[in-house]
């Protein structure tokens, strides 16, 4: 197997194991609807940790597969689009339907965090924001795995 595609591997796998610390420490917060100003800072953090350790991973895979990530101001958007679907001759699709959609979720979350300067974080979304993090990843280590023995097929041809 080629080092470029061992190291490809390696480095989804490591940022699936970031987003999993993320969501065990969102998992170890009390309840969020009801908490104060430091655990919600703390909450909000972490989700926005999280999701960008899974975009880290799916740009890793656009730039090494795909050719490149999607342009655009709404590249985000459509790095997500891009890897639930299957590219012919090229890869299957990397994300679930159902993944897709929790992630686009954490993705508006990410978003809002990083251009919302002054705001009081709301406890009861980012409750549901958790859920949705406890939710999305099963599917998507399921989803990663399918995706690594993809790249370890590949690497052996």
């Known amino acids: 197997m080629s080092p470029s595609m061992q190291r490809l591997r390696a480095e989804i796998a490591s940022d699936l194991q970031i ?14 609807s009801d908490a104060g100003r430091p655990t919600l800072a703390e909450a909000a953090v972490a989700l926005h940790h999280a999701y960008g350790a899974i975009e880290s991973a799916l740009s890793r895979i656009a730039r090494a597969i795909d050719d490149g990530l999607p342009e655009g101001s709404d590249w985000h958007q459509a ?12 890869r299957p699709a990397v994300l679930g339907v159902e993944t ?10 990410r978003h809002f965090f990083r251009h919302a300067y002054a705001i009081d974080l709301d406890g009861t979304r980012l409750e549901d924001l958790r859920t949705c993090a406890r939710a999305v990843l ?11 023995e993809f790249l370890s ?5």
């Open 153 to 157: 097929d590949v690497g052996r041809e």
């Open 138 to 148: 099963p599917l998507l280590s399921e989803d990663l795995k399918r995706f690594d």
């Open 100 to 109: 897709r959609t929790l992630l686009q979720r954490l993705l508006g979350f």
């Open 19 to 32: 987003f999993a610390s993320r969501v065990d420490v969102l998992t170890s917060l009390p309840c969020l």
């Open 79 to 90: 790095l997500l689009h891009t890897m639930s679907l299957a590219i012919d001759k090229v």
